[in-house]
């Protein structure tokens, strides 16, 4: 069973920063992606960013050229590097690793809080 494991969530004042990271049991160059989603209270859950194996980097809109996936495969870890955070930023992040077993798996992490005051 795979397991997915978020990190590095808290409280921080707009305009700063945060660095989340997510461990997936196993070796992350075992997934064809590894992504970060976010849910705020009362909405739904929104897809944030994601990382193809071959290191390929996508951002939704609202935080492009302010967050940075990367991956470290030597340490098995995916990271989000968050900067000149929102108030709107603010949710639980989950980080998503997909890959293919004869038909494509996803498996999620619990979740890890962020919080922006204003």
């Known amino acids: 069973q795979v397991q997915v494991v978020e990190s590095g969530g808290g409280l921080v004042q707009a305009g700063g920063s945060l660095r989340l990271s997510c461990a997936a049991s196993?070796?992350?160059?075992?997934?064809?992606?590894m992504g970060w989603y976010r849910q705020a209270p009362g909405k739904q859950r929104d897809w944030v960013a994601d990382i193809m194996s071959g290191g390929t980097t996508t951002y939704a809109a609202s935080v492009k050229g302010r967050f940075t996936i990367s991956r470290d495969n030597a340490k098995n870890t995916v990271s989000l590097q968050m900067n000149s955070l929102k108030p709107e930023d603010t949710a639980v992040y989950y980080c998503?690793?997909?890959?293919?077993?004869?038909?494509?798996?996803?498996?999620w992490g619990q979740g890890t809080q962020v919080t922006v005051s204003s």
């Open positions: 998503k690793a997909g890959r293919f077993e004869g038909t494509w798996r996803e498996y």
């Open positions: 196993g070796s992350i160059v075992n997934f064809n992606v």
